[in-house]
């Protein structure tokens, strides 16, 4: 296997100079940059893309850490992240914390050990005072969850405003008892901003807020199918549902229709994305631009990486829309 210095052999030229056409340096002729690159070629020498990494600093990768690998949202937001990192010259490296605070916590000696450019975090499950220490080490960039707190570049949508379109909606079918349903955990930002626009919304209709009607951490069509039950068997049963994700409320309505009640003469469904199976079902929901998300996202992480400043950020929020369809 040809060395770097068979190359500066052939091409008659110093290992030094061969280096630094190799890694690009601006302050090398035009003539021994074709001497090298024709050595190169004779001598089928591949660079050693490790060594040239860790040369300039870089890795070339930045790392996102996401609760479940499972749940579309997140499975799309990633997608159309990495298409933007490709074209970038970026790759990807994909971590899944499981709403587990420890694991989040472990995953950030990823950042530690400079064995990523930077991180990219789509769900926070520790306090943003227990992550904004690891600055130092690189930069973290905010995606779909967020902290007003945290000075960082951050991409992401009001969920306060989420949550009250999608009551406001149910309120203006004339419901009147309207169960909440986030996909998040009750402690997460985005669960608890979901929570305050559900709360707006009904208190601006004075209507009555009974605690067995909160639910959170229901994330799944399973999820959705227990949720029904759990409704259906309330003393003063609910005649709409808000939920958090569109797999729920798809697993709510099949199981609600399948016990003979009617979607939405019986029990009004909403649901949040705006995924596939939303449109396949008919189902209302409230739209989030997860594509738009990702690709901003991936955007200001990149900015932070080429510019090694920091210091500066700016927060990106995107609109919802509400998608009507027969669930409601």
Request: hydrophobic content about 35%.
């Amino acid at each position: 296997m040809a060395t770097i210095s068979d190359v500066a052999k052939l091409a008659g030229l110093s290992r030094t100079t061969v280096s630094r056409v190799i890694n690009q340096h601006p302050y090398v002729s035009e003539k021994k940059k074709k001497l090298v690159e024709q050595a190169m070629l004779e001598l089928k020498y591949v660079p050693n893309s490790n060594a040239q990494k860790l040369r300039k600093q870089s890795t070339e990768t930045i790392a996102v850490y996401v609760p479940r690998l499972t749940n579309p949202f997140f499975s799309q937001l990633v997608e159309r992240m990495e298409e933007v990192a490709v074209e970038k010259g970026f790759q990807l490296l994909l971590c899944q914390t499981r709403y587990n605070k420890l694991q989040e916590l472990n995953y950030l000696q990823i950042l530690k050990g400079k064995q990523i450019d930077g991180l990219i975090l789509t769900s926070m499950e520790n306090d943003w005072k227990e992550i904004e220490p690891y600055l130092v080490y690189g930069p973290i960039v905010l995606c779909n969850d967020y902290d007003y707190s945290a000075k960082v570049p951050t991409a992401h949508l009001d969920q306060v405003m989420g949550g009250y379109i999608g009551t406001k909606h149910l309120i203006d079918r004339g419901h009147t008892s309207i169960v909440f349903c986030s996909s998040e955990p009750g402690v997460s930002r985005v669960s608890k901003d979901r929570e305050e626009g559900y709360i707006k919304a009904m208190q601006q209709a004075n209507l009555k807020i009974q605690p067995e009607w909160m639910f959170s951490n229901q994330f799944s069509i399973e999820g959705g199918k227990r949720l029904f039950y759990r409704i259906i068997h309330q003393k003063d049963r609910p005649t709409a549902v808000f939920t958090g994700s569109d797999e729920v409320a798809a697993g709510l309505i099949h199981e609600a229709r399948k016990n003979g009640y009617k979607v939405p003469e019986d029990l009004a469904v909403i649901g949040f994305d705006d995924q596939p199976i939303a449109e396949l079902m008919g189902i209302t929901t409230v739209k989030q631009p997860i594509n738009l998300l990702g690709k901003t996202a991936m955007e200001l992480m990149i900015d932070q990486i080429q510019s090694k400043d920091f210091t500066k950020y700016r927060r990106v929020e995107l609109p919802f829309e509400l998608i009507i369809r027969q669930s409601t």
